[in-house]
């Protein structure tokens, strides 16, 4: 069973940057799409916000309108991990992240997709964003 775990969170001023990570352990890695989601306070786990997904080596991510142009996702599949650069930060970004392997043969496409094409999730990292 694949483990995931983030890091990084924080609490940062409005326009600050954060810079998230993310390991993965127990699968092969380099097969895997992943993706980062936000949940904010309150509620519920199917209600997550899909951010960012990267596909496999690296050569195609999707974005939330929300956070296009502002956040940034990378992988380094060497050092099985994802990152999650975030930038020009705002309050209504305060939420739990969450770093999540796509189902096998899952790609990112158009968006980042619902929940239920990623299987692994980790407890989340939280950020906290004042205005």
């Known amino acids: 069973q694949a483990q995931v775990e983030e890091s990084g969170g924080g609490w940062v001023q409005a326009g600050g940057s954060l810079r998230l990570s993310c390991t993965v352990s127990?699968?092969?890695?380099?097969?895997?799409?992943l993706a980062w989601f936000r949940q904010y306070p309150g509620t519920k786990r199917a209600e997550r916000e899909g951010?960012?997904?990267?596909?496999?080596?690296?050569?195609?991510?999707t974005y939330a309108d929300s956070v296009k142009g502002r956040f940034t996702v990378s992988r380094d599949d060497n050092k099985s991990m994802l990152w999650l650069q975030m930038t020009d930060l705002k309050p209504e970004d305060t939420a739990m992240y969450y770093c999540?392997?796509?189902?096998?043969?899952?790609?990112?496409?158009?968006?980042?997709?619902?929940?239920?094409?990623?299987?692994?999730w980790g407890q989340g990292t939280q950020v906290t964003v004042s205005s």
């Open positions: 999540a392997v796509a189902g096998w043969g899952i790609r990112c496409r158009t968006n980042v997709g619902p929940i239920t094409n990623f299987g692994a």
């Open positions: 127990n699968l092969n890695f380099d097969e895997y799409a």
């Open positions: 951010l960012a997904c990267i596909n496999r080596g690296g050569d195609s991510s």
